[in-house]
């Protein structure tokens, strides 16, 4: 039997942008020193999806001729914070930093003159700004989903006590991974939880995040011949530490450090 899926999604996504410049090192230290990344071994620095690559070139100037032809704009979690290391690394301000109607804006340039801009968008725009994406969003890949027997339950379990952004999809719920991919969580009668883990969550500290999941009423689950510590947590040399735990419909889910 052969299983057919929509047609992936050909068109083209811009995976980076290349600077020509006389003095590549310069540049790609410049910003990873400005935004707190390191450039990998072939010099590029990863901001999101989409990164930069300095790149050496002898057929461009010292210095940009016309910056404002190609602008870089760098969504900031907080623009007066990045402002401020981006002042360390040394710039010319084009536009300080000013609040305007959809969030705060301040435009600058890199070390070859280049127009680099950070925004920080208003809450309030950014879900409007979801909101309108999600309406029109449909999947081109194959997604995964699960089952639960209460959707109001695993809503506030996700969206509450995991802090993952959760939205309701006609009486079923999507948790967003990113902007373009989402997990299906649809309700089932009779349910049944899977007897393995169906979702992991990455975090920035498994002992923090173990200890907020405890404090929410949470039980860690103990499985033998895991090694878990006080809290729960398995730390073996064979995988990054980890702690398993259910949701309210008791399907497995669990929390990992992988750094």
Not at 50 to 66: F, I, L, Y
Not at 107 to 133: H, S
Not at 144 to 149: H, I, K, L, Q, Y
């Given at each position: 039997?052969?299983?057919?899926?929509?047609?992936?999604?050909?068109?083209?996504?811009?995976?980076?942008?290349?600077?020509?410049?006389?003095?590549?090192?310069?540049?790609?230290?410049?910003?990873?020193?400005?935004?707190?990344?390191?450039?990998?071994?072939?010099?590029?620095?990863?901001?999101?999806?989409?990164g930069v690559m300095a790149d050496p070139r002898d057929d461009v100037a010292e210095a940009?001729?016309?910056?404002?032809?190609?602008?870089?704009?760098?969504?900031?979690?907080?623009?007066?914070?990045?402002?401020e290391r981006i002042e360390k690394a040394g710039t010319t301000w084009v536009v300080p930093?000013?609040?305007?109607?959809?969030?705060?804006?301040?435009?600058?340039?890199?070390?070859?003159?280049?127009?680099?801009q950070v925004i920080q968008m208003k809450p309030e725009m950014e879900r409007e700004m979801?909101?309108?994406?999600?309406?029109?969003?449909?999947?081109?890949?194959?997604?995964?989903?699960?089952?639960?027997?209460?959707?109001?339950?695993?809503?506030?379990?996700?969206?509450?006590?995991?802090?993952?952004?959760?939205?309701?999809?006609?009486?079923?719920?999507?948790?967003?991974?990113?902007?373009?991919?989402?997990?299906?969580?649809?309700?089932?009668?009779?349910?049944?939880?899977?007897?393995?883990?169906?979702?992991?969550?990455?975090?920035?500290?498994?002992?923090?995040?173990?200890?907020?999941?405890?404090?929410?009423?949470?039980?860690?689950?103990?499985?033998?011949?895991?090694?878990?510590?006080?809290?729960?947590?398995?730390?073996?040399?064979?995988?990054?530490?980890?702690?398993?735990?259910?949701?309210?419909?008791?399907?497995?889910?669990?929390?990992?450090?992988?750094?």
């Amino acid at each position: 039997m052969t299983i057919r899926h929509r047609t992936v999604d050909t068109t083209p996504r811009l995976n980076s942008l290349l600077l020509g410049s006389t003095n590549p090192d310069r540049l790609r230290a410049w910003y990873a020193e400005a935004f707190g990344v390191e450039a990998d071994r072939w010099g590029f620095v990863e901001l999101g999806p989409t990164g930069v690559m300095a790149d050496p070139r002898d057929d461009v100037a010292e210095a940009s001729a016309e910056p404002g032809r190609v602008i870089l704009n760098l969504d900031v979690p907080d623009a007066k914070a990045a402002v401020e290391r981006i002042e360390k690394a040394g710039t010319t301000w084009v536009v300080p930093l000013e609040e305007r109607e959809p969030g705060w804006f301040a435009t600058f340039t890199d070390p070859d003159g280049n127009y680099v801009q950070v925004i920080q968008m208003k809450p309030e725009m950014e879900r409007e700004m979801l909101a309108e994406m999600r309406r029109d969003f449909t999947p081109t890949h194959p997604f995964v989903g699960f089952a639960v027997d209460d959707i109001p339950a695993a809503q506030a379990f996700y969206r509450d006590t995991l802090g993952l952004d959760v939205s309701d999809q006609n009486g079923m719920l999507a948790i967003w991974l990113s902007p373009a991919e989402s997990v299906l969580v649809y309700p089932k009668p009779g349910h049944v939880p899977a007897q393995h883990t169906i979702l992991n969550v990455p975090v920035d500290d498994i002992d923090d995040a173990v200890d907020s999941l405890t404090e929410a009423g949470v039980e860690v689950i103990r499985y033998d011949g895991f090694g878990q510590d006080e809290r729960g947590i398995a730390r073996g040399d064979e995988g990054p530490p980890i702690a398993w735990f259910t949701d309210p419909a008791g399907n497995i889910l669990s929390v990992l450090q992988l750094q």
